[in-house]
């Protein structure tokens, strides 16, 4: 059965400080990974992952993936208040489906 | 570029009523996606739809739900004789095709009486 699991469930930190999101996967016919944030209404997407070893960057956040080991890390540098969120890992089938199967998420609390 | 619509934003419905809920996909999106979040777990796919044309529904149950994209209009998900245990948020995806992004609506939150 696919899954993809995040660690940690849920994290703590104060500004400024960079955080960690780590995510395993397995998703038979694997396209790509995403990662998803999500505050109080829609999931709004941050990256895309197809090849390994590719560091995909925005701005504070940066992203990774790894085919062989089936994992992602989602980090965060110098976090602020507004990163404050449930941060979803996702995996994405490939072939006619295209369905996306999602991890329980991150939530992630940013203090001043 | 309105981002993807979904209405109602809060429904609320005595067991045995029927849910409709609406996604007008992102302008030039063609393909539409169904998801529904239980309380306190993940988001879990339900059906894959293009205009007219449903492409995967393994993740709806066979019984009283059923998703169209006519092609005209919007993508309907309709639950009969709804039951608590359809309370949740109903999440609506495009994308402009079977590769690309998925972009997210605001969801529909069901509450069952």
């Known amino acids: 059965e696919d899954k993809v699991v995040q660690s940690p469930l849920s994290l703590v930190v104060h500004e400024g400080d960079t955080v960690t999101l780590n995510c395993s996967y397995e998703?038979?016919?694997?396209?790509?990974l995403l990662w998803y944030k999500q505050e109080k209404k829609a999931p709004t997407f941050l990256f895309m992952l197809?090849?390994?070893?590719i560091e995909k960057k925005s701005g504070r956040l940066s992203s990774i993936l790894d085919k062989k080991e089936l994992f992602s890390i989602l980090n965060i540098t110098a976090t602020q208040t507004g990163d404050s969120a449930v941060y979803l890992c996702?995996?994405?089938?490939?072939?006619?489906?295209?369905?996306?199967?999602f991890g329980t998420g991150t939530l992630l609390a940013v203090q001043p | 570029n309105a981002g993807v619509m979904q209405n109602p934003r809060h429904l609320v419905r005595r067991r045995g009523q029927e849910a409709r809920l609406r996604c007008s996909p992102m302008?030039?999106?063609?393909?539409v996606y169904w998801y529904r979040q239980l309380p306190e777990e993940g988001l879990k796919f339900m059906v894959y739809?293009?205009?007219?044309?449903?492409?995967?529904e393994s993740g709806m149950p066979k019984e009283r739900f059923s998703a169209e994209f006519p092609k005209e209009g919007p993508s309907i998900l309709r639950i009969q004789q709804v039951v608590r245990g359809d309370s949740a948020a109903y999440f609506c995806?495009?994308?402009?095709?079977?590769?690309?992004?998925?972009?997210f609506g605001p969801g529909t939150r069901l509450l069952v009486l």
């Open positions: 995806a495009s994308s402009v095709d079977r590769q690309e992004t998925q972009y």
């Open positions: 998703v038979t016919n694997f396209r790509s």
């Open positions: 197809t090849s390994s070893g």
């Open positions: 996702v995996g994405r089938h490939g072939g006619a489906t295209n369905k996306l199967i």
């Open positions: 302008k030039g999106h063609s393909h």
């Open positions: 739809l293009q205009k007219e044309n449903i492409i995967d």
